[in-house]
């Protein structure tokens, strides 16, 4: 395998594992806060973004690269509240898209094609990820700080088709 891409991968797979962390750190903050809607939202974020991994590490492996399981730094225990949650959600998924877009460069760069198709899958990823980010986000902004809002916003969480994709599901 191309050691450029090679390495732009394992600098993925390291973002995601990331990823996952952060995720998690947020699902367990909104269960020790009553929020069980948060909580099951960020749970099956961070289980789509260990399936992100996963999916690379097993690329890297079988195209005869050497995949690296990184080390991830520790995630806060605590946040703000809810809009500050979402907005960091949103801000994380910003910067994965511009690494994501970093690889397809490489791949181009390197004239490796066929990772350059396997990218392409994460690129359309992020866009979901980032509208659905979006979305979520407008939705705390029109609330506000209104506390009857707020516990609206996380039972319809609980309840509704806005959740990311269930890694497990036909779409993963
Ligand atoms: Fe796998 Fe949300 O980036």
């Known amino acids: 395998m191309n050691k450029r891409v090679e390495l732009a991968l394992n600098d ?7 990823s996952s962390q952060y995720y998690l750190a947020m699902a367990s903050w ?5 929020l069980n809607g ?16 996963l999916k690379l590490i097993k690329f890297v492996n079988e195209r ?5 399981v990184p080390a991830v730094g520790k995630p806060p225990v605590h946040f ?7 907005s ?34 994460y690129v359309s990823e992020q866009l979901e990820e980032e509208a659905l980010a979006r979305t ?8 506000g700080g209104d506390k009857g ?10 309840n509704s088709a806005i959740q990311p994709t269930n890694p497990a599901g036909p779409t993963a």
């Open 12 to 18: 993925q797979i390291e973002k995601e594992a990331s």
């Open 30 to 34: 909104a269960e020790n806060n009553g």
């Open 38 to 53: 948060t909580a099951k939202f960020m749970y099956l974020h961070s289980d789509e973004e260990r399936f992100h991994m």
């Open 64 to 68: 005869g690269g050497t995949a690296l």
């Open 80 to 86: 703000e509240n809810l809009e500050t949650v979402f």
């Open 88 to 121: 960091l959600l949103l801000e994380h998924e910003i910067k994965v898209t511009e690494s994501i877009n970093n690889l397809v460069d490489v791949c181009l760069q390197e004239k490796d094609y066929s990772t350059h198709n396997f990218v392409q899958w």
């Open 136 to 143: 979520v986000l407008d939705k705390l902004k029109l609330i």
């Open 149 to 158: 809002g707020m516990y609206m916003f996380d039972r319809d969480l609980e």
